[in-house]
Each structure stands twice: as structure tokens, then as C-alpha cells.
């Protein structure tokens, strides 16, 4: 069975740092391109950061470029999302998910991630 089980999420205060793990199981994910997503309530998903299945290439979006880092860990099937400076927008659930491409799509809305995670909530309060 083909999990990824996200994990580090909680409350945190504005300024604050939180490091979001992604663990897969039930394949091997090394050759995959993965992604971490957010939604806030009344919002639509979007995504945060990617990288690519050998960490050559990253995205961030802008709102969080500068202060959110992925990064992958290919021998221990985990991505992970270390986020500095956070700020209450940041507030949402934060997805992982996984696409059968080497490199990050181009589509941002996640259509093209083929495994997701159920979620972790980040609360930041100011």
C-alpha cells in the first residue's frame, strides 16, 4: 500500500519555525519529483515548494520563497519542508505529494501528482 504520511505540523507563533517531514512507503519514491501543497480554509490548494527526484531543481512560490526550504532524503524516502519566518497566512493544512515524473511539473495545481498525503495543520498565530 502506497502511503505518505506527513508529520512536524502544529501551532506555532508569527516568526516561528517548523519542519514538515514526508515519509512514503509501499514504493520506492527516489525517481519521483515531490511537492508539499496548502490549503486554508475558503481558499484553494496551492502549491508551496517542489523538488525534483535528485534535488536538482527546487520551486517555491513567491509568497513563501526566502523562508520555506525543501529538501529530500532519497535513502530515507522523505521530503522535507523546513519553514522559517512564519507568519499567520501560513495557516493552512500542508499536503505532500508525489509525481511518477523525474522532474517537477509544470502544472502547479497538482494535477499531475499521482500519491498524496492526508495532511498536517500549521496554525500560526499572531
Known amino acids: 500500500q502506497v502511503q505518505l504520511v506527513e508529520s512536524g505540523g502544529g501551532l506555532a507563533q508569527t516568526g516561528d519555525s517548523l519542519r514538515l517531514s514526508c515519509a512514503a512507503s509501499?514504493?520506492?519514491?527516489?525517481?519521483?519529483?515531490m511537492g508539499w501543497f496548502r490549503q486554508a480554509p475558503g481558499k484553494e490548494r496551492e502549491s508551496v515548494a517542489a523538488?525534483?527526484?535528485?534535488?536538482?531543481?527546487?520551486y517555491y512560490a513567491d509568497s513563501v520563497k526566502g523562508r520555506f526550504t525543501i529538501s529530500r532524503d532519497n535513502a530515507k524516502n522523505t521530503v522535507y519542508l523546513q519553514m522559517n519566518s512564519l507568519k499567520p497566512e501560513d495557516t493552512a493544512v500542508y499536503y505532500c505529494?508525489?509525481?511518477?515524473?523525474?522532474?517537477?511539473?509544470?502544472?502547479?495545481?497538482?494535477?499531475?501528482?499521482?500519491?498524496w498525503g492526508q495532511g498536517t495543520q500549521v496554525t500560526v498565530s499572531s
Open positions: 523538488i525534483s527526484w535528485n534535488g536538482g531543481n527546487t
Open positions: 509501499g514504493r520506492t519514491f527516489s525517481y519521483d519529483a
Open positions: 505529494a508525489a509525481s511518477k515524473t523525474y522532474y517537477i511539473p509544470s502544472n502547479r495545481q497538482g494535477n499531475e501528482y499521482d500519491y
